[in-house]
């Protein structure tokens, strides 16, 4: 074997591994069910705080109403606010991610609504309720 043959034959070996270096992306959906298109997302595994109400925020103001995740890898947490300071008053939801059992590339999770409490192996979803949070969501927060 030459040694263009051998980097070929590893490169060809690693595109066919599950993809444990893909970056997680985070979709937030202006509708239930993570329908049509994305409102707003991120990509990469870097923490994030972001008042949707600043001019040059990523996210969009009172939009989202669900949330979709792919191809995570490591623990995170996605936290939503209907208070645009991230205030507790009001309406606010996070959903924790343990580390992936079994990482795929292209796997993908919708969380439907905000509006939910629900526990899985490697996925914790909570709600605190005011007055609904669907629709209204104005900060969000990524932590690695």
């Known amino acids: 074997m030459t040694l263009r043959t051998a980097s070929i034959t590893a490169a060809i070996a690693i595109a066919g591994l599950p993809s444990l270096a893909a970056a997680a992306e985070v979709d937030f959906y202006a509708s239930n069910d993570c329908r049509g298109r994305p409102a707003f997302g991120y990509r990469g595994e870097a923490t994030i705080r972001e008042s949707c109400k600043w001019n040059r925020a990523r996210c969009q103001n009172d939009v989202a109403r669900s949330v979709s995740v792919t191809n995570w890898t490591r623990a995170f947490s996605i936290f939503y606010y209907d208070a645009p300071d991230a205030s507790e008053h009001d309406d606010h939801g996070r959903i924790h991610f343990r ?42 927060f990524i932590r690695y």
């Not at 292209?106 to 192996?121: I, N």
């Open 99 to 140: 580390d992936n059992p079994n990482p795929r590339a292209g796997s993908r999770m919708c969380f439907r609504t905000f509006e939910r409490w629900s526990q899985a192996y490697h996925v914790t979803q909570l709600y605190q309720r005011k007055d609904g949070l669907d629709g209204k969501v104005s900060y969000v």
